[in-house]
T-cell receptor
Framework: NAGVTQTPKFQVLKTGQSMTLQCAQDMNHNSMYWYRQDPGMGLRLIYYSASEGTTDKGEVPNGYNVSRLNKREFSLRLESAAPSQTSVYFCASSEYRVEQFFGPGTRLTVL | SQQGEEDPQALSIQEGENATMNCSYK?????LQWYRQNSGRGLVHLILIRSNEREKHSGRLRVTLDTSKKSSSLLITASRAADTASYFCATGPFMNTGFQKLVFGTGTRLLVSP
């Protein structure tokens, strides 16, 4: 069991470029999440998918889009990257009413 | 907006000592969870305590919950250098689908020196 995997691990973008962060889980969880972590801010929820076929905005969704491709995969897209999106991005998954399992993170720098 | 706020922000102790970190939250809860994050890694779930529980143990971890004060504490006994990490509390509402929308605090950075 790999758990939650994320690609890429590191990425450097120029302002205005686009990219997609990939996330997959092999635990057959219904719910998946995207968070960003900035120094001193804790984790903030960007988007979540309570179940396959549904997505909803979290606390900081502006500048992002998501796709729940199937039960295993949940991708996060930055259409036009901005320096304010420099952060560490974490994907997580869970079953109902229990703990979340996190991936190793993607460190994104936008110049 | 943060649902949970940890205190202290940073804690430095010697191996063998106990470490206590606190979490305060704002609204009524169904459960509260504690997570650990080693430097540069993802978060790992440690323990979940439900609103009708006052204390819970897991190995060297002891979590208490006081719903009247809207606070929780995490105690790590006989700490080890490997316990060096950031610790986060998290809680949040359950949506209609049964999914829980967690909000994380800003964390306590624990340093355990040999």
């Amino acid at each position: 069991n790999a758990g939650v995997t994320q690609t890429p691990k590191f990425q450097v973008l120029k302002t205005g470029q686009s990219m997609t962060l990939q996330c997959a889980q092999d635990m057959n969880h219904n719910s998946m999440y995207w968070y960003r972590q900035d120094p001193g801010m804790g984790l903030r929820l960007i988007y979540y998918s309570a179940s396959e076929g549904t997505t909803d905005k979290g606390e900081v969704p502006n500048g992002y889009n998501v796709s729940r491709l199937n039960k295993r995969e949940f991708s996060l897209r930055l259409e036009s990257a901005a320096p304010s999106q420099t952060s560490v991005y974490f994907c997580a998954s869970s079953e109902y009413r229990v703990e979340q399992f996190f991936g190793p993170g993607t460190r994104l720098t936008v110049l | 907006s943060q649902q949970g706020e940890e205190d202290p922000q940073a804690l430095s102790i010697q191996e063998g000592e106990n470490a206590t970190m606190n979490c305060s939250y704002k609204t009524s809860i169904n459960n509260l969870q504690w997570y650990r994050q080693n430097s540069g890694r993802g978060l790992v779930h440690l323990i979940l305590i439900r609103s009708n529980e006052r204390e819970k143990h897991s190995g060297r971890l002891r979590v208490t919950l006081d719903t009247s004060k809207k606070s929780s504490s995490l105690l790590i006994t006989a700490s080890r250098a490997a316990d060096t990490a950031s610790y986060f509390c998290a809680t949040g509402p359950f949506m209609n689908t049964g999914f829980q929308k967690l909000v994380f605090g800003t964390g306590t950075r624990l340093l355990v020196s040999p």
